[in-house]
């Protein structure tokens, strides 16, 4: 037997086999049944052995289908599982990273004001003990509402900060000025309804109230914006289907099941008509979906300086400090001033209290400037957001990219008939285009459930307008100064132990009297930019006067006075130097 005659009797016998295997599909479902069990879709035995007539389907219909109603109604059920699986895949790794770092921040600015309260608690015991059990309770409450403020509540910070301030008063002027004097509750709610008037801590608690407005509303928004974005993918991925889409669906799918070759995949332009059809209201996120990521991002360019919470947070109890000192520092003013509103505190005679300042330099810890790594995350977090805008948008050729769905040309593929190529012309991306869609009609009525979550979309793209710092903006600048320059008496021995008769003819009532300089302390003096924290790095001045006074010059109308450094090693300079004098004068006025 020659070659040429092997060669023919293997043809035959292939065209013979093939025959064969095309006639047992074409008169056996047993390929579907198959198919059918491999997919966990039932039982095998809901499918016929032998193909049946299919008049009497709803969306497969043929003359010899392998599909009853029972069966079509169960794929029909599958490929609408399906779709929203595949959705819900493209949209898990946005939808991962929006969530975890929404859950992530939270934690982090909690953990922000939990450690500022800590701080606080600690300077106070550390530089004001005499009042620290006190404040004990006037401090939990305020933190407690900064955090409630940064999760979403209705929180006033601005009666927030102002109460803490006056409730702080009260107890700064009796166990720190007048240090004889007892604080009834009578004289405590005079002290705190005068606070507005006498203005004990300067422009402090409004700069202090600017900068938690700020860096606390850029957190606050910051967390409802990512929030939000779970909300949408979460609309999206469970987006109910219209009875036009799931038909289309079912005939993209699952009707070539019906003809017997469970196989083959529908065609890429198909696939593509059917998924803009049954996305065209999704996609009317689109826009505003893009314009809520670039809002984010702009948003967080600006969370830095006063705008971020670490920054604030970090730096609050030497703020806290500053104030207090500053009531000290001109506590016999502030006295007669407080004595023509509430007359003379109830005296009280106190034992000797032995105060712990031997060591001034370990008392009280240094702050630096905190490492602005919160920001650098934020930015990389929103950088990896960006890349999926136009999410929406290109949904339809994601899903229909991937190659267990569709074939990637249209030859020789299912297109919703036959085996074959599909001739249909794939729809644009515009609104008009969705209504001439060859696969189903679209609904010209705007899905209320889409309507609902675009408004949210566009009502949180306003609230991040203008809450962190705009391009340009000096986002270190403390708020307004008043102007004035305050002469601080560092030596009439009043600031502690502050009453009519002790203070009176020694210069501590602000009459003009000479203060007394306690030996061996060298006072230096302070400027605008050590006092009001505008983390502005200022040219080193002299030492004191010769008559002990120490002026602090608070930022003019014109100008911030002093040289303007790195801002990078301002506020740790400025801390120091604020540290130093707190506890100096502490120790001076209580010896």
Request: charged share 25%; with cysteine.
């Amino acid at each position: 037997m020659g070659p040429w005659t092997v060669l023919a009797v293997f043809v035959c016998v292939f065209v013979s086999i093939s025959t064969a295997q095309d006639h047992e599909d074409m008169y056996s479902c047993a390929r579907v049944q198959q198919a059918f069990v491999q997919k966990e879709l039932g039982s095998s035995r809901i499918i016929p052995n032998m193909p049946v007539s299919g008049e009497n389907l709803k969306v497969c219909i043929s003359s010899s289908t392998c599909c009853t109603k029972r069966v079509e109604e169960k794929f029909l059920q599958q490929a609408k599982a399906d779709f929203q699986n595949a959705v819900k895949r493209e949209s898990a790794y946005t939808k991962f990273l929006i969530s975890t770092n929404a859950v992530k921040y939270q934690e982090e600015f909690d953990n922000y004001i939990v450690e500022a309260e800590e701080g606080t608690n600690k300077m106070v015991r550390s530089v004001y003990p005499n009042m620290a059990i006190q404040a004990n309770a006037i401090i939990p409450n305020f933190f407690e509402n900064l955090a409630f403020y940064v999760q979403g509540k209705e929180i006033d910070l601005e009666n927030t900060v102002g109460k803490f301030f006056s409730e702080l008063f009260p107890l700064v002027y009796v166990y720190e000025i007048n240090s004889k004097t007892m604080l009834t509750p009578d004289y405590k709610q005079c002290l705190i309804d005068v606070t507005d008037k006498v203005q004990p801590f300067g422009n402090i608690p409004q700069k202090v109230g600017i900068h938690l407005q700020k860096s606390l509303e850029a957190a606050r928004v910051f967390i409802q914006a990512l929030n939000l974005g779970i909300e949408v993918i979460n609309t999206t991925d469970y987006l109910v289907l219209t009875r036009e889409c799931s038909k289309a669906l079912l005939k993209l799918n699952y009707c070539s099941f019906c003809n017997g070759v469970p196989g083959i995949k529908p065609c890429n332009s198909f696939c593509l008509n059917v998924m803009k059809g049954c996305l065209a209201t999704v996609s009317d996120i689109n826009t505003d979906w893009n314009a809520y990521i670039e809002h984010l991002d702009q948003h967080t360019v600006g969370m830095r300086g006063i705008y971020n919470i670490q920054v604030v947070m970090t730096t609050l109890a030497d703020r806290i400090s500053d104030a207090i000192m500053y009531a000290m520092h001109n506590g016999p003013a502030l006295s007669e001033e407080v004595r023509g509103y509430c007359g003379h505190p109830p005296r009280q005679k106190r034992s000797s209290v032995e105060v712990f300042y031997g060591n001034t330099t370990a008392s009280f810890p240094v702050a630096t400037r905190p490492n602005l790594d919160l920001y650098d995350r934020i930015r990389n977090s929103v950088g990896k957001l960006a890349s999926n805008k136009q999410f929406y948008k290109n949904l339809p050729e994601k899903l229909c990219s991937d190659d267990t769905t569709a074939m990637r040309s249209d030859y020789e593929c299912w297109n919703g008939d036959r085996k074959g190529r599909y001739s249909k012309n794939v729809i644009g991306d515009d609104m008009e285009d969705r209504y001439t869609n060859p696969e189903m009609r679209v609904s010209r009525q705007r899905d209320q459930v889409i309507e609902k979550i675009t408004d949210k979309l566009r009502h949180i793209q306003q609230l991040l307008k203008g809450k962190s710092a705009a391009p340009g903006e000096d986002f270190y600048t403390s708020g307004s100064g008043d102007g004035d320059v305050v002469v601080i008496d560092t030596g009439s021995g009043c600031i502690g132990d502050n009453d009519d008769e002790d203070c009176e003819g020694s210069g501590g009532s602000g009459d003009g009297g000479k203060p007394v300089v306690k030996p061996g302390l060298r006072v230096k003096e302070v400027t605008t930019e050590e006092i009001d924290f505008s983390f502005e790095e200022t040219t080193p001045r002299n030492a004191a006067t010769p008559n002990g006074r120490v002026t602090i010059v608070k930022e003019e109308k014109g100008g911030v006075r002093g040289g303007v450094g790195s801002t990078a090693s301002s506020l740790q300079s400025s801390s120091l130097l604020a540290t130093l004098v707190t506890i100096a004068t502490v120790v001076m006025c209580r010896r």
